[in-house]
């Protein structure tokens, strides 16, 4: 079983990691294949590729079919963008659920998938703050999670894991040693031992799945940190499209999103914690009677503790 961390050239906030992360140990030469080179460093296969990082559908697949070795998960190397312009380092799952056959997803995925979430995202984020800020990047770097949203397709266990949100951040070489040495230490390239393996990061077993929110879902992460609680799917407002009377791709949404959420934490107990205050009263209510319908367990934040 071999992880992927994949990079690309054509975002400075992508190949730099990957460039701090190859200084760091003894990297030899891997599989090349499809214009992506490679890198190995025990179960660790570096990738780098010349396209845009949500371009490169099926990395996994297209690697074991090359090599013949098993995909454990992958983990992406990539530039955050916002308006705000907020220097940030960020993780997030991937996919767009919402979409309906027909749309075209404005940043890789395919309508109505979400990935498999990686269960390393919340010790990571942990370390990720413990990280910058001995590298004295907070309070300058805001340290957050992301709603799921973008591609590429995949079909392991997926997390991104990105620097915000200027060119002047992307090309900073203290971000790009922070997200280094959390994928360095997250799965224990050197001789300590890899962070955030399913069976040992949640003695609780309790799993939250986000729905409603921002973009960058404050009051999901809030009972995240303070409890330590593995996180599945977040889905932020504009991932649960709903119409008058109910309609719309919201219930897709959510049942994709749980599903893959359950399937990343085998044993897990999947929760759903609705962010209340955004959602107005008719949608709270249809969003309460379909996860009852689908037997979605809803947990206040005392439940997750």
Request: with cysteine.
């Amino acid at each position: 079983m071999v992880v992927l961390v994949v990079a690309t050239t054509t975002d400075p906030a992508s190949y730099g990691p990957a460039t701090a992360l190859l200084a760091m140990g003894n990297w030899n030469p891997g599989a090349s294949f499809q214009g992506i080179r490679s890198k190995v460093n025990g179960d660790v296969r570096l990738l780098e590729h010349d396209k845009g990082i949500v371009e490169e559908d099926h990395l996994d697949n297209r690697w074991e079919e090359a090599t013949g070795e098993v995909v454990d998960e992958i983990i992406f190397l990539s530039k955050h963008t916002a308006v705000t312009n907020r220097p940030a380092l960020t993780i997030h799952p991937i996919g767009v659920p919402h979409l309906k056959e027909g749309d075209v997803p404005p940043q890789g995925g395919k309508p109505g998938w979400a990935a498999i979430p990686s269960p390393r995202m919340t010790p990571w984020l942990i370390l990720l703050k413990k990280l910058a800020q001995s590298h004295n990047l907070v309070p300058e770097f805001e340290i957050t999670l992301e709603a799921t949203h973008h591609g590429p397709i995949t079909n392991k266990p997926t997390m991104f894991v990105e620097i915000g949100s200027t060119i002047e951040c992307w090309n900073r070489k203290d971000a790009a040693q922070v997200i280094a040495q959390l994928v360095w230490e997250g799965l224990g390239i050197g001789s300590g031992e890899a962070i955030g393996n399913w069976n040992s990061a949640c003695g609780n077993k309790k799993v939250l799945l986000g729905i409603g929110g921002g973009h960058y879902v404050p009051r999901h992460m809030d009972i995240i940190l303070k409890g330590g609680v593995c996180f599945g799917h977040l889905l932020s407002g504009y991932s649960l499209p709903m119409e008058d009377g109910g309609g719309g791709t919201w219930k897709h949404a959510i049942k994709a999103s749980y599903d893959a959420t359950l399937e990343a934490f085998h044993g897990g107990e999947i929760i759903a914690h609705l962010d209340q205050k955004s959602f107005k009263g008719w949608q709270k209510k249809a969003i309460i009677e379909y996860l009852n319908e689908q037997n979605i367990k809803i947990g206040k934040p005392s439940d997750f503790y």
